[in-house]
């Protein structure tokens, strides 16, 4: 069995990316060896953060779609 999920949507983030912000950079696998090269974005704000060290991962919430107040 094969299982694959894709998601396709034309929203924006709550909070847009600077795209002169955005550089190519290597991606890396669980094995730490370089798989390729994506378009990593930088944004900076006060968004929810958890470090789960039992899964070795960190989490960043990141607001899609219009931002109630």
Do not use: D
């Amino acid at each position: 069995m094969i299982l694959t999920n894709a998601v396709f949507c034309k929203g924006q983030w709550s909070f847009p990316f600077n795209s002169s912000l955005t550089k190519i950079e290597p991606f890396y696998n669980y094995q730490n060896q370089e798989t390729g090269k994506v378009s990593m974005m930088y944004q900076r704000g006060p968004f929810p953060y958890v470090n789960m060290q039992k899964f070795q991962s960190h989490v960043v919430e990141l607001p899609y779609g219009k931002v109630i107040h």
